[in-house]
């Protein structure tokens, strides 16, 4: 008997599994063809903010966008960093605002750490 549910158990869990994945891996060199990002260091209420935008240069709606904001020290080591969503999402050949607050450092470097292509979201020519 309990040879028979662990057989339908991973029987289930290989047909449920093989649906595609949405989820996929982008080279740096990629993501420059269909995002760009522009942002400058400010400051807020809490010190030092990174805020900008960033731009979709694709014919795909952009969806749970997540960027990552890396700290460096004055030698380009890097010294921590966060991750900040791109609130709603990011039009098709358009842009989108975003704004951290962030800790001290002397560079920062921004770059597309997630993102999701909605659904329909666009034509073939991305």
Do not use: C
């Not at 260091?41 to 960033?54: F, L, Q, S, W």
């Not at 791109?86 to 605002?97: F, K, Q």
């Amino acid at each position: 008997m309990r040879r028979g549910i662990a057989v339908l158990t991973a029987t289930a869990l290989l047909f449920t599994s093989g649906a595609p994945a949405a989820a996929q891996i982008y080279a740096p060199q990629t993501l420059e063809r269909y995002f760009r990002l522009e942002w400058t260091v400010t400051r807020d209420r809490k010190g030092p903010a990174i805020e900008g935008y960033v731009y979709n240069m694709s014919r795909r709606l952009v969806e749970r966008m997540r960027l990552q904001i890396e700290r460096l020290d004055a030698a380009g080591t890097v010294v921590g960093s966060s991750a900040v969503w791109v609130l709603g999402t990011v039009p098709i050949e358009s842009r989108a605002y975003f704004h951290a607050s962030v800790p001290a450092a002397a560079i920062y470097r921004v770059q597309v750490l997630t993102f999701d292509w909605a659904a329909g979201g666009g034509g073939a020519g991305m």
